[in-house]
Every structure is written in structure tokens, then in C-alpha cells.
């Protein structure tokens, strides 16, 4: 079986300049966004490889700062994102570094801060707008998101027995069917993390009420980036 | 059942069911995703519309890039096409492909709107060699559609079995594929055989293997945007090629194969990074410099 849709070799549709290095740049910063649950005050990129080498003629770093700013990858605002974010008083700087050997190439680690509170992702643009997040704070996971493709849901919850049939059985009592779902502890102390790739949206009140039940942190909904 | 991760999979489905390589490629996507075949038709409609859009903002409106290195050839072209058209030693079709092609490299580089088919720098060349076809032999949207379906299916072999990433293999793996997935396209929209749709993709991909992904301070332009419009007329010269009833002596699931394998031997100085090649020349640091673009030798 093949791993592609027609739409990810026919797509995504994006702003350009580069699908690896700024449609998936997008999707970087916005997967960071939500993780992190909230506007930071302050975010920091450390780039990688040819993100290190090539960001600035890529508009990586727009891009990056855009997904953070919740933009589309299609979003024509993209281009003017260092004046968003300084209208919007977010602090941004990027730095080029070595994340060591094993990084993809297109590799980023964006650090968050508000106030007291830091979280970092460490991901990778693997081409065409698809993208892989390998850590978050200093855990390692292995999470996939695709620009274009899927209304992705990012769900931090208890480690505990039970809460991902919750979920499951919660989305699918909705009609939403669930292309793929993937779960990790991502911190000490039973904290983890899920991220499903759904076919369809899930409405505003249904994402407050899988927020409502026990265990559950919080829930965020990616828009489909397209 | 309608899977395929080969071409030549792909292509048995199409003798087996006696059908076209579209027909195969759009149901395999009703059946991997569960959408209905109007609802997966109407997307890539969708696709087409932004493509078509993305040729007519740089053929009515040109923006200049921010580096102020690409911006200016649509319009000239545009011009010559317009004024001195019995000048041109290439066929109209080709030129206008090339031309359209240029149009959507420029839009891209201009920061607009485009899709990644099969990526952003490799944009142009589908689009360029399918309207500009499609405006020549008058053919319906849905031939055209159907040209994209068959260009979608032979990308994702590619993105199987090697990549279509220029980070990993060069730009022979971004325009390369493209012009693959063009000359399969263009095949079958006028009426070639699925046997010469991938006779097509093949003599097209292997005309560009080892191409090297070596921007002008990294930018999505230079040789990008040019290239791209030179490769559209290779992808209708791999198209009469095989029309012709020429076929490619290597399969081109084996050229796939070889242009992964080139991919890995590149070096990654090669590979999008700005530190060999044309990135390195005389004029591209003179420009890179002017712009403060500061390339980063991680290697």
C-alpha cells in the first residue's frame, strides 16, 4: 500500500517559494503553536542544515514565524510576518546552529516563551510540505503532519490506561474518521501526547468537550493547511 | 486493489482493466481516501484553477522577487510572442509552454500563490506543458484533469521508490520528476497508450539525471525559474518522442531507481544547500553578497 495521496505529489497549494523549505516551514511553527497551547511572548528558532544554509532566500524564517502566528500555508500574509509579529509584540530570533548528527537536513528546533513557561520542538521539512517532529522539551517522539492533507488534532493528556479509547470512541461517535493517530509520553510524571490526522474537521464545541473530560490537558485543532 | 507503488503495477492495473493510467490513479485515490470520485475530481479542479491563476498573475501582472533577480521574463516573452512570433525556431506550443511555465516560476519566486506539483521550485514545468497543450489541440477540462490524475500517479512512484525532494537528490529529483509526470501527462491527453505515457515519463527523466539542485543564495529562482520553463519543452519532446513510437531502452522504474541512487551519490554541496555550483560562481556571490545573504557551510 502505497503512503500517498494523489494530493500530496498534486500539492500542496502554497505560497511560495519552496514546499520543503517554506509550506513546511508553516507547518513547523504551527505544530509548535499548538503544542505550546497558547501566543508566546518570545520564540526562538535554532535552523538547521539547509535551513541553516539557504533560510533566507526560502522565506523559511517568515514562514516559521508565520505557523507560529497560526497562518496558512497558503496564506498570503506570510511575506509580511516580522511586521505581524512585531504589530502582535512577539519577540522572534533566529539562529543558525547544529542540532548534531542523525537531523534531517531541514531541521529546526523552535523554543517558546511566555512569561515563566518554555516548551521546544525539534522537526524536520522531509519535502513537498510534509513534516516530522523528533522532540519535544527532551523527549523524544516521532510525529508526522502533512501540509494540505488532514485536520490535525494535537490532545495532551494523563498517561494513564483507558484515555486513548476515550478519545477514539469520542471522535468516531461524531462520524469523523480517523486517518492516523499517534501517541507518545513526552514528559516525566505520565504526561502524553496525541496527535490524529482526521479526514474532517471537528467543530469548536466538540474539541471544548473532549477538553472537559478527565485526564485530558488540553486539545488543539490544526486547521488543514492548504 | 487499485494500489500501485510501481509504475509497472500502475500500468498492469490499466491493461488488466483495459482503462487509461488516470482512470487507475483516480480509483486508487477513492479508494485510499474514502472520498467520492466527484468530491477527488473536483479537488484537483481545484488544483487546476490555482495553477491557471498562478500563469495569469505573472502574464498580467509581473512582480520583480525580492532579490530582484527573477521577474522580468514573462513580460518579455510575452512581447516577443505577441510582435515576432514568426521569428520562433521552436513550435508555438512550446514556446507558450516554456513561457507559462516561466510565468508560474516567477509567481512562486514573487511569494504568491501556486501548487507544489510535484514541489514549489518544479512548479512551472506541469502547468506550462499541459495549457500550453491544452490551448493547441482544444482539448476539455476533463482531458486536462485527467493529465494531471496520470502525473499525480507516476510522482508518487517516484516519492516511493526514490524522492522528489531536492535536498536529497537534486534538482534532477524536482525537475526531473516533473518533466516525467508532464511527458506521461501529455501522452495521454492526446491520445498515447498507457504503454506510451511511460515511455514518455522514462526518455524524459532520464534526460535530466544528475541535475544539480544549486541555487543562487539558496532562492527558489535562480536557475530555478528559467529551467523550469526550459523543461517544458523537453517534457513535449519526450511526449512526440514516444508518440513517435520511440520507447525508452531502460524501464522507467528502473530510471526511478537510478535517479535515487544519483540522488545518494550527489554531494550534499549539491543538494539545496547554495555551496557548490552555480551557487558558487562569480555572479551568484557578487549577489549574494549585494542581497547579505550569508551561506552557511554546515558540511
Known amino acids: 500500500m502505497s503512503n500517498y495521496s494523489v494530493f500530496d505529489i498534486a500539492g500542496p497549494i502554497m505560497t511560495g517559494p519552496s514546499s520543503s523549505h517554506t509550506a513546511g516551514a508553516v507547518k ?61 509584540g512577539i519577540k522572534y530570533k533566529f ?37 516530522n517532529i523528533s522532540q519535544i522539551d527532551d523527549f523524544n517522539v516521532d510525529f508526522k503532519g ?42 516525566e510524571g505520565g504526561k502524553a501526547l496525541t496527535i490524529a490526522n482526521l479526514d474532517t474537521a471537528v467543530g469548536l464545541p466538540d474539541i471544548l468537550e473532549l477538553e472537559k473530560l478527565p485526564g485530558i490537558h488540553f486539545v488543539r485543532s490544526l486547521t488543514k493547511v492548504t | 486493489m487499485y494500489d500501485f507503488t510501481t509504475c509497472e503495477k500502475l500500468l498492469k492495473l490499466a491493461q488488466k482493466h483495459d482503462t487509461s ?18 468530491k477527488i475530481i473536483d479537488e484537483m479542479k481545484n488544483r487546476a484553477k490555482v495553477m491557471k491563476n ?55 519566486a514573487s511569494m504568491g500563490c501556486i501548487v507544489a506539483f510535484p514541489t514549489a521550485g518544479a512548479s512551472g514545468v506541469i502547468p506550462g506543458a499541459f495549457f500550453a497543450t491544452q490551448e493547441k489541440l482544444k482539448c476539455s477540462d476533463k482531458k486536462l484533469i485527467e493529465a494531471m490524475f496520470t502525473a499525480s500517479g507516476i510522482g508518487l512512484t517516484i516519492a516511493e521508490n526514490a524522492t522528489l525532494a531536492g535536498s536529497k537528490g537534486g534538482c534532477q529529483a524536482e525537475i526531473g520528476s516533473a518533466v516525467a509526470m508532464a511527458a506521461a501527462g501529455l501522452t495521454e491527453m492526446r491520445g498515447g497508450t498507457p504503454e506510451q505515457c511511460m515511455h514518455a515519463a522514462a526518455l524524459g527523466l532520464k534526460n535530466l539525471l544528475g541535475l544539480t539542485c544549486d541555487p ?29 513510437g520511440v520507447e525508452s531502452f531502460i524501464p522507467i522504474d528502473e530510471v526511478i531507481d537510478a535517479m535515487g541512487k544519483i540522488g545518494r551519490l550527489l554531494s550534499p554541496k549539491l543538494r539545496e544547500t547554495a555551496l557548490g555550483g ?18 552557511v557551510n554546515n558540511f
Open chain 2, 21 to 38: 493510467l488516470s482512470e487507475i490513479v483516480i480509483r486508487y485515490e477513492c479508494a485510499i481516501s474514502d472520498n467520492s470520485r466527484n
Open chain 2, 54 to 108: 498562478a500563469i495569469n498573475k505573472s502574464m498580467k501582472d509581473p512582480e520583480i522577487s525580492v532579490s530582484g533577480m527573477t521577474g522580468e521574463s514573462t513580460k518579455r516573452m510575452k512581447k516577443f510572442f505577441s510582435r515576432k512570433k514568426k521569428n520562433l525556431l521552436l513550435s508555438e506550443v512550446s514556446y507558450k509552454a516554456m513561457m507559462y511555465a516561466i510565468a508560474t516560476g516567477e509567481t512562486n
Open chain 1, 146 to 187: 502533512i501540509a494540505g492533507k488532514y485536520f490535525t488534532i494535537v490532545i495532551s493528556h494523563k498517561n494513564q490506561v483507558g484515555i486513548l479509547s476515550y478519545i477514539t470512541t469520542f471522535i468516531s461517535e461524531r462520524g469523523i474518521n480517523i486517518a492516523n493517530m499517534q501517541s507518545s509520553r513526552v514528559a
Open chain 2, 278 to 295: 552555480l551557487a558558487v560562481s562569480k555572479t551568484a556571490m557578487k549577489t549574494t553578497k549585494k542581497l547579505g545573504i550569508k551561506i
Open chain 1, 28 to 88: 513547523l511553527g504551527q505544530m509548535a503553536r499548538a503544542l505550546f497551547d497558547s501566543t508566546p511572548d518570545e520564540v526562538q528558532y535554532l535552523l538547521h542544515g539547509s535551513f541553516g544554509t539557504v533560510y533566507k532566500g526560502h522565506a523559511t524564517d517568515r514562514a516559521l514565524l508565520a505557523g507560529v502566528m497560526k497562518m496558512y500555508t497558503s496564506d498570503a500574509r506570510i511575506k509580511d510576518a516580522f511586521n505581524i509579529a512585531d504589530e502582535k
Open chain 2, 216 to 244: 543562487v543564495g539558496g532562492m527558489v529562482e535562480v536557475p530555478c525559474v528559467k529551467r523550469g520553463g526550459l523543461a517544458a519543452t523537453f517534457a513535449i519532446s519526450a511526449s512526440d518522442l514516444a508518440m513517435s
Open chain 1, 95 to 131: 539562529t543558525v546552529g547544529d542540532l548534531g548528527l542523525g537531523y534531517h537536513p531541514n531541521s529546526v528546533k523552535i523554543t517558546l516563551k511566555k512569561g515563566n513557561r518554555k516548551m521546544s520542538m525539534t522537526g524536520s521539512s522531509t519535502g513537498g510540505g510534509n513534516v
